[in-house]
């Protein structure tokens, strides 16, 4: 499966982005979903995953009740809806596709080519 992360941006702090990322050249409905991070410096993070069918949501404790994973399997998509934006979000978000349900980056086969988020003080 092939993938499209879009949507990133330059916001302030308070904000919010929506990222999306669009599947094509597999069957989509059979990943598991998730977007992960990358800053300068840093480890590529988990941020959220969803499930196959989307009845299952998991979301890093640094975002938890600020971001909200979602996917429409009619359309292929998977979107991150980001709110009260904080700096320490500014990093590469990648939207990736993964036979397990897992937190791990290693675990994901296919990677989209990432969106920056830059969010200002």
């Known amino acids: 499966v092939q993938l499209q992360a879009s949507g990133g941006g330059l916001v302030q702090a308070g904000g919010s982005l929506r990222l999306s990322c669009a599947a094509s050249?597999?069957?989509?409905?059979?990943?598991?979903m998730g977007w992960f991070r990358q800053a300068p410096g840093k480890e590529r993070e988990f941020v959220a995953a969803?499930?196959?069918?989307?009845?299952?949501?998991y979301s890093a404790d640094s975002v938890k009740g600020r971001f909200t994973i979602s996917r429409d399997n009619a359309k292929n998509a998977v979107d991150l809806q980001m709110n009260s934006l904080k700096p320490e979000d500014t990093a590469v978000y990648y939207c990736?596709?993964?036979?397990?349900?897992?937190?791990?980056?290693?675990?994901?086969?296919?990677w989209g080519q990432g969106t920056q988020v830059t969010v200002s003080s």
């Open positions: 990736a596709a993964s036979t397990f349900n897992s937190y791990y980056p290693n675990d994901y086969n296919y």
């Open positions: 050249r597999g069957t989509f409905s059979t990943y598991n």
């Open positions: 969803i499930s196959r069918r989307g009845d299952n949501t």
